[in-house]
């Protein structure tokens, strides 16, 4: 889709979609990053639901401020969300993302696993990840922007050389493209039951179901966070999202947040 066709594709999508969640699709053909834009958006009081989408992105960014590559083709979105949940369960707003994504792959006939807490990958290689902002206003209650990138119809060409071993994308895996529009209004209804079983505190039932689409648990971790490293097995997964490590000493770690290496 050129920049003419995206913009016009969009805005008959408005007119059509179907969501309880999304409320408001603000188009873009470009932007620096949908989540920057999202945050501005938050803080003069952008409504839940409100959600950025853009075709390509200049400054994408992924965890840790890693360049997320946001070429034509790909999906690139961010949604305002401000929870009735305590800000200590905020961070399975960033699994609830991943499980979003991983369930819409899985309904054009892709199996994706989810890695802790945020990468969703196919053949274990990253296809797309989630960046989860948290802020809190000055009444006290917070809201997040959830960022979603997916490697939708893009080429191995258009990523950057130093990323094309880890990762791939929809397009490579199936040998055909998918519908933007459908895939984007299928990830709009899974959020969609995500976020309602968040919002009425069903958090069982979303770790359930996180787990079978994870393959995080039961293997030889390496975690690396900005308190340092951890070794050991990945355990379990609590209420909040937190990952539990046993390590070699046989000490149990909750890790709140952190980069995930799988050891063999
Ligand atoms: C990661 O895996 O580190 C997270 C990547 C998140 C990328 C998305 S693309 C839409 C939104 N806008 C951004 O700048 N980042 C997120």
Redesign the pocket.
């Known amino acids: 889709m050129n920049q003419n066709n995206f913009l016009e594709e969009m805005r008959d999508f408005s007119n059509y979609f179907s969501s309880n969640l999304v409320k408001r699709l603000i188009v873009y053909d470009e932007l620096?990053?949908?989540?920057?834009k999202?945050k501005v958006l938050a803080r003069s009081g952008a409504e839940e639901g409100t959600v950025i989408l853009?075709r390509i992105?200049k400054?994408?960014?992924?965890?840790?401020e890693?360049v997320?590559a946001?070429p034509a083709g790909?999906?690139?979105?961010?949604i305002v969300l401000r929870p009735k949940q305590p800000l200590r369960n905020a961070s399975l707003l960033t699994l609830i993302g991943a499980l979003a994504v991983s369930k819409t792959i899985g309904h054009f006939g892709v199996s994706s696993k989810i890695k802790w807490p945020?990468?969703v990958r196919i053949n274990e290689k990253?296809v797309?990840?989630?960046?989860l902002e948290t802020e809190t206003d000055n009444k006290e209650t917070f809201y997040v922007v959830l960022?979603?990138?997916v490697n939708l119809n893009i080429d191995n060409a258009q990523l950057p050389k130093e990323l094309r071993n880890e990762a791939t994308s929809l397009l490579w895996e199936l040998g055909t493209s998918i519908d933007y529009k459908e895939f984007l209004q299928q990830l709009f209804s899974d959020l969609e039951t995500n976020y309602s079983m968040f919002q009425n505190g069903y958090f069982d039932v979303i770790l359930d179901e996180w787990k079978t689409h994870s393959d995080t648990i039961g293997k030889k971790v390496k975690i690396l966070s900005q308190t340092g490293e951890i070794v050991g097995i990945a355990h379990d997964i609590d209420e909040n999202g937190f990952l539990i490590v046993t390590t070699d000493n046989n000490k149990r770690k909750k890790i709140f947040s952190g980069d995930c290496i799988y050891l063999k």
């Open positions: 620096p990053s949908t989540n920057a999202g853009a992105q400054k994408g960014r992924g965890r840790f890693r997320w946001s790909g999906v690139y979105l961010s945020n990468d990253k797309a990840g989630i960046l960022g979603i990138g």
